[in-house]
């Protein structure tokens, strides 16, 4: 389909959205401000650049091997950029502490800010803002399967070291981007079976934490980040809902939530609105798990257009959205693409509904026509609209992105091999 044939959809979709009372440009032009942060470990499946030979572990696992993932931090900048010019809208980069630039080896607590100078020069050039995450897992201090709850107080004081490192890290980079950077922790601590007690790791925990947040760090906002369990701790994970709600109630941090962190009947969508009352902000890690919390690509199914509605029918601005998928068994570049225009795509969803409307229809108990207006948005021609969000933002409509790709993965992607 050629431009004008787009712009004909467009305007026959605009006036079919404008008789239920909503402006579609006005909600092209509230997307292109919601920024999504792209995770950079989908790049090159959770290695790093540490040791290209270490084994990952806690509980993170990237299956497959197709060719071409990124060995160094200048490959996956240029695999972000081809992603980046895939998707429409300005966005972000989530970036884990194991991504630095360093001309030597460097173990976990040897990075220091000025090893992400580039990736900063990069995100100046791009306009793109960048989150942190301290990396607390692929390492032998972590092999107990305990960092800032282990009973050993070496191996807290060590990842104590690197959360700590982290944060000055996250603070260096908001400060010289004038933007200021999330940095959100997760530890895989746990039990594959069931402990006696519960209690202690989670009091090491939140003495660890405590310790770790001591300083307000400018340029810096703190996230913590739950899960209900993982490879290797599937009875007892330490940083529980529970635990870090309570946390970031009490300490007034951001609190992560993960849609691949919870039971398959749970949905994430359900706790945003409760959560939003007692946090200044949540950060949401936008995933698909498919039987456990196995990060599937991003698919814009039921539960991703529950979680982008409740974003977009309470405050977004209080809401950061970032991914978290990694599959190595398609082209990485794809993935980035096709799981980061879900997301984009279920915002949209969300922006074009009447609004207004439902509210009064609720208010009033009008329960019927609620529902008659929710099932009729599922056939509006929703596709014209986000064709035309693609060409105004510069990006490929349709297959077109897969085109980019295959000619990408032929020209660049190959040639690694």
Request: proline fraction near 4%.
């Amino acid at each position: 389909m050629n431009e004008q044939h787009i712009s004909q959809a467009y305007a026959l979709a605009k006036q079919r959205y404008a008789d239920l009372g909503v402006d579609t440009d006005a909600a092209l032009a509230t997307l292109a401000t919601i920024p999504i942060s792209v995770h950079c470990w989908q790049g090159d499946d959770v290695v790093g650049f540490e040791d290209p030979n270490r084994a990952v572990s806690g509980g993170i696992m990237a299956t497959g091997n197709y060719p071409g993932k990124a060995r160094n931090a200048d490959e996956l900048r240029q695999d972000l950029d081809m992603a980046y010019s895939l998707i429409p809208g300005t966005h972000r980069l989530n970036l884990h502490a194991i991504y630095g630039d360093s001309d030597q080896p460097l173990d976990r607590n040897d990075w220091r800010p000025e090893n992400f100078d580039r990736w900063i020069d990069w995100a100046i050039e791009n306009d793109h803002g960048i989150d942190f995450n301290p990396t607390c897992f692929s390492h032998p201090m972590a092999d107990s399967g305990f960092t800032l709850a282990s009973l050993d107080e070496g191996v807290r004081e060590f990842w104590i070291e690197h959360c700590k490192l982290s944060r000055e890290i996250g603070g260096y980079i908001g400060r010289k981007l004038a933007n200021p950077c999330i940095t959100n922790l997760w530890i895989p601590d746990g039990y594959k079976d069931t402990p006696v007690d519960r209690l202690r790791h989670r009091a090491m925990l939140k003495e660890s934490l405590d310790t770790v947040f001591a300083e307000t760090i400018d340029g810096n906002k703190d996230a913590v980040e739950c899960k209900l369990f993982g490879l290797g701790s599937e009875s007892y994970v330490v940083g529980s809902h529970e635990f870090y709600m309570g946390y970031a109630v009490q300490n007034q941090t951001l609190l992560t939530l993960d849609a691949g962190h919870f039971h398959p009947t749970e949905t994430i969508a359900d706790k945003l609105s409760s959560m939003l009352l007692y946090v200044p902000e949540v950060l949401l890690h936008v995933s698909r798990g498919v039987r456990w919390d196995s990060d599937h690509v991003v698919t814009l199914s039921d539960d991703l257009q529950a979680i982008t509605q409740e974003i977009i029918r309470h405050d977004h601005r209080r809401v950061h959205i970032g991914l978290d998928f990694f599959d190595a068994s398609i082209n990485r570049v794809a993935a980035w693409a096709i799981g980061t225009r879900n997301t984009v795509k279920g915002l949209l969803m969300a922006l074009l509904e009447p609004a207004a409307l439902l509210r009064q229809y609720e208010m009033n108990s009008d329960f019927t026509s609620r529902l008659a207006i929710l099932e009729e948005l599922k056939t509006m021609p929703f596709a014209a609209v986000w064709d035309q969000y693609c060409i105004q933002q510069g990006v490929p409509v349709g297959m077109g992105m897969l085109k980019s790709v295959m000619q990408y993965e032929q020209d660049v992607l190959n040639m690694r091999n």
